[in-house]
């Protein structure tokens, strides 16, 4: 980490070679899988067979399962409390609970999730008072900024969600100088202060997550003097992605592997393409491998313009989990990757579900440009979904980029 207040960079790692940075991730690959191979009942049994020595590259690595965020809850109900995930002879310090429920371990050592190198990119520094509205309660969100920002030598006042009054008039009081919350909020915080007649003139800065944040947004919270910056983050995972000064995507950090890969499978896509984010999270208490997330997003060409060198992110871009209800029966994106794999000659897929006089419809497009059998495929559609289909064949690169592969066009008035 910079010692230097006034750095750019938390710290070298940052600014890396590309190749240096693949060698250094994949160099110490092997043995977190040996890892989690000898201390996980969980990936004692999905890894079972794996060669860890093996796994050094992003092509080995893609041949290894998914673990699946969607796939929590149950592992979890059959061992608590943490599906068998966490590593033996770890600490664990909190354990928090997220919607579903799904339980998240926190491990013991500091900067745990990893936030600090976020902050940093920021602008937050040693010092700095911040004024943290995540959650402390249940969920992680609170803890994962605060256990950043503090390992940067800040000061937190642990706000949390509510009391909006009292959280305007803290901040005031305590002339804060950072936030950390939901962008949403932050705009509520300051509008109170302005109706109550405080001073926030001290508040400069923001790292903000949780909800989306538009150009409009960004601006009017600029009119209260604050820079804001976004992070990506789940309770699971930590900060995956993050802004810097040069607002072009998000620059993953560097404690994780990232993978973007096509919905309801672990098959790798080119740079540019949207599909679903896979990490791999090199944390001796939590070691997952190929964890899909369930987001949308798509990696950005080339470095980022602020001087960083790790991949970047396109941001959040919706959820990867399409499935979807048709003529009674669910269609999952793994079927839709199944019908692809069954017929080598086509590319991208998208099932586009509508309706015609309150009767559901499914039409399969395939982007291809060789001759396909379409009655084939069709019979590829009703085995693998057990419903019939519309085949349409399109051709390269007319379906849209957006990561979908189940349209639900349907409207309920």
């Keep these: 980490m910079s010692t230097d207040g006034l750095s750019a960079y938390f710290d070298d790692l940052e600014i890396c070679s590309p190749a240096e940075r693949e060698r250094q991730l994949f160099a110490a690959l092997p043995d977190q899988i040996a890892h989690a191979q000898a201390t996980t009942e969980f990936y004692q049994q999905a890894l079972a067979g794996v060669d860890p020595l093996a796994i050094t590259s992003r092509a080995a690595l893609a041949g290894l399962p998914v673990t699946r965020k969607s796939a929590l809850k149950a592992l979890q109900a059959a061992r608590p409390p943490f599906g068998g995930l966490v590593a033996r002879g770890e600490a664990i310090g909190r354990v928090f609970q997220s919607p579903g429920p799904i339980y998240e371990p926190q491990g013991n050592e500091p900067n745990f999730w990893r936030a600090a190198r976020a902050l940093h990119a920021a602008g937050f520094r040693a010092g700095d008072l911040v004024h943290n509205s995540f959650s402390y309660h249940f969920t992680p969100g609170g803890w994962i900024f605060d256990d950043g920002a503090r390992a940067l030598g800040c000061l937190v006042f642990p706000a949390g969600v509510g009391q909006t009054e009292q959280q305007a008039e803290a901040l005031a009081a305590l002339r804060t100088t950072g936030y950390c919350g939901t962008p949403g909020f932050l705009r509520t915080l300051l509008e109170k202060c302005r109706e109550l007649g405080l001073d926030h003139a001290s508040l400069t800065k923001a790292l903000v997550s949780g909800e989306a944040l538009p ?7 600029a009119g209260y003097g604050v820079d804001v910056y976004q992070a990506y983050a789940t309770a699971d995972l930590g900060v995956i992605a993050y802004e810097t000064s040069a607002r072009d995507g998000l620059v993953v950090d560097e404690g994780v592997i990232v993978e973007i890969v096509r919905p309801g499978t672990g098959d790798p896509l080119p740079v540019g393409e949207v599909g679903e984010v896979l990490v791999t999270l090199l944390s001796a208490a939590y070691p997952l491998i190929r964890f899909a997330t369930g987001d949308l997003s798509k990696i950005l060409d080339g470095p980022s313009p602020c001087g960083r060198t790790n991949m970047r992110l396109a941001g959040w871009m919706g959820r990867a989990d399409q499935t979807t209800k048709i003529k009674g029966m669910f269609v999952h994106p793994e079927q839709v990757a199944e019908i692809l794999k069954a017929h080598p000659g086509l590319g991208k897929a998208r099932v586009v579900v509508g309706s015609e006089d309150n009767r559901d ?11 396909i059998d379409i009655a084939l495929v069709a019979a590829t559609v009703k085995a693998v979904t057990k419903l019939s289909a519309v085949i349409e064949l399109v051709a390269p690169g007319s379906l ?11 409207t309920y008035q």
């Design 215 to 221: 150009p409009s947004l960004r601006e009017l919270l």
């Design 361 to 371: 419809t499914m039409t399969v497009r395939l982007e291809t440009d060789q001759a």
């Design 400 to 410: 849209p980029n957006d990561g979908k592969v189940i349209d639900d066009q349907r």
